[in-house]
């Protein structure tokens, strides 16, 4: 591969995968397959179409779309030309999508058309968007609004020169995208990264993973979320691996897609897994494909590891921890980690980035003691658009990122997730770490899925609930549960409310929606 610094912009990524991959397939899109060569030809029809657009360099161009390969062709043709990436969630309303492209002052909108029932543009119609010059429409455009073919169309108008020139004056300090965190604490910030710091971080996640050019990579983390985009389609351009978009995270049509389109690499949180693993037919499919599964999470129980290889049969298991404000990227285990490491633990830091856990006054705690997460390197975001205030309180004057993870880090540096501040809970004047009951309550044969919180109480100030999914064809009942905890955990950790579902709620990631279950009305009787 050639040195990163010499390519270490998108544009230039894509034509040195072109040349290399040649005619070798790009995208697999149900079906519509695109090679590498003419995925770069497209690409640079959309950067001429957004010029013939007004898109100037630094101009914001959002994308309100399920993963297809449009999406990437839109985002890299917006940013072959200074464009700066917005992706905004399918899950968002109308009034949430335009708090996103108001703060972003987003200039060209490349939305969906018909999806899950809605014509998604509708649903701006009210919305004041005084910075939006135009919107393009993919699939489905209606009568009046600009089509996908209609937009390409523009760029006959535009030459191959003006093209040329915007992409020369990218570089790898370049603004590429601003990513909104999810807002659980507030209104979502805006989070600016550069061309060069993405490619440096993905570069080598892809690296120290194998990934390479036979890969058939099925990306069914949503495209507008770090790790679909990121640790998505943007480390398969890097290695010229297949990257076959998915948008419905349901357990039996990604298990076919597995056998039909023999599918080695896969990215998820545990839930992703748990879930496949859950699904009373898997033995039945031919999965003898997958190579590569990469997760991480505050709670990957060692069982899940040691299940994703025998069941599934991933030959490579590893484990990884980011976070949008890092480029998604901050440390990673080794492949050849022994399992015990990679269920525990997250890796280590990737070269030239920092990971330290300290306590409240910014100190470094000891290893083996709890801290929350800090990290500081080249993968750390420029800042959140327009919000200095919300800057400086991420990232400190000797530049490290508080993440508001709660950490342990062992002799070898290798980095434990234990929780978010922000999730814990005390019992009777004891820290308790939902990640932590989890993780020793999936140990239960009946659990299949298991989540914490916690939740008021009069006596102990508040207790556990727990809210579990059961394997297929188990029994549990709640009595059960509780008197089995009491013999593998400290007594205040034992969850003292528990709740068995069909299913636990996921947010637009795949994650845990623990703001679903916080909203979940205790039973009468607790």
């Known amino acids: 591969m050639t040195a990163l610094p010499e390519i270490a912009t998108l544009p230039r990524m894509l034509a040195l995968t072109a040349e290399r991959q040649g005619d070798a397939p790009a995208i697999d899109d149900e079906g519509q397959v695109l090679s590498w060569r003419s995925l770069h030809v497209l690409v640079r029809r959309a950067a001429r179409a957004f010029i013939a657009l007004g898109v100037q360099p630094g101009d914001r161009v959002a994308v309100w779309a399920p993963n297809l390969h449009e999406w990437i062709v839109a985002a890299l043709g917006a940013q072959s030309v200074g464009g700066v990436l917005v992706p905004v969630s399918t899950r968002m309303k109308g009034l949430e999508a335009a708090d996103v492209l108001q703060q972003s002052r987003a200039r060209v909108l490349v939305s969906i058309g018909e999806f899950l029932d809605r014509y998604y543009p509708d649903l701006l119609k009210d919305q004041p968007l005084p910075d939006l010059r135009a919107t393009v429409v993919l699939r489905s455009a209606r009568e009046g609004d600009l089509g996908w073919e209609a937009f390409l169309a523009k760029a006959d108008a535009v030459p191959e020169a003006a093209l040329a020139q915007r992409e020369a004056a990218i570089g790898p300090d370049s603004l590429s995208d601003i990513l909104y965190t999810s807002g659980t604490t507030g209104r979502p ?225 290798y980095l434990r997730i234990t929780d978010r501040l922000k999730d814990m809970y005390i019992v009777g004047g004891f820290n308790c770490y939902p990640a932590e009951i989890e993780r ?36 549990l ?20 409310h528990v709740d068995i579902l069909a299913g636990l709620p996921l947010n637009a990631t795949g994650k845990v929606d623990k703001l679903a279950l916080r909203q979940r009305p205790l039973p009468a009787n607790a």
Not at 477 to 496: E, L
Request: glycine share 10%; proline share 5%; charged share 20%.
């Open 477 to 496: 009942d709640a009595a059960s549960f509780i008197a089995w905890c009491r013999q593998h955990m400290t007594n205040y950790k034992v969850p003292r």
């Open 189 to 413: 910030k805006g989070v600016m990264t550069t061309h060069g710091q993405n490619l440096r971080a993905f570069e080598t996640w892809s690296g120290v993973l194998g990934m390479h050019g036979d890969d058939r990579y099925l990306v069914i983390n949503p495209f507008f979320h770090s790790a679909g985009y990121k640790a998505g389609w943007m480390a398969a351009l890097i290695r010229g691996a297949l990257i076959v978009p998915h948008q419905v995270f349901e357990a039996e049509q990604i298990l076919r897609r597995i056998q039909s389109e023999r599918i080695s690499f896969l990215l998820g949180p545990p839930t992703l897994f748990l879930t496949l693993l859950s699904h009373p037919q898997v033995a039945d499919f031919d999965l003898t494909s997958l190579r590569v599964a990469v997760t991480g999470a505050a709670t990957v129980p060692p069982v899940l590891v040691r299940r994703m290889r025998e069941e599934l049969g991933f030959r490579t298991v590893v484990t990884a921890y980011g976070l949008t404000e890092c480029c998604g990227f901050a440390t990673i285990c080794d492949p050849q980690d022994d399992a015990e490491t990679i269920a525990n633990t997250c890796g280590h830091a990737i070269p030239g980035v920092e990971v330290r856990c300290a306590d409240a006054e910014g100190r470094s705690v000891p290893a083996g003691e709890p801290g929350e997460v800090l990290i500081r390197g080249y993968n750390v975001m420029q800042g959140y658009l327009e919000n200095e205030a919300a800057t400086r309180q991420a990232i400190d004057a000797e530049g490290w990122l508080h993440t508001g993870d709660v950490g342990v880090m062992d002799e070898r540096g």
């Open 440 to 475: 020793l309550a999936a140990a239960h044969p009946a659990v299949a899925q298991i989540a914490v919180i916690g939740v008021p109480d009069e006596r102990q100030g508040e207790v556990g609930r727990a809210f579990l999914v059961l394997r297929p064809g188990a029994t």
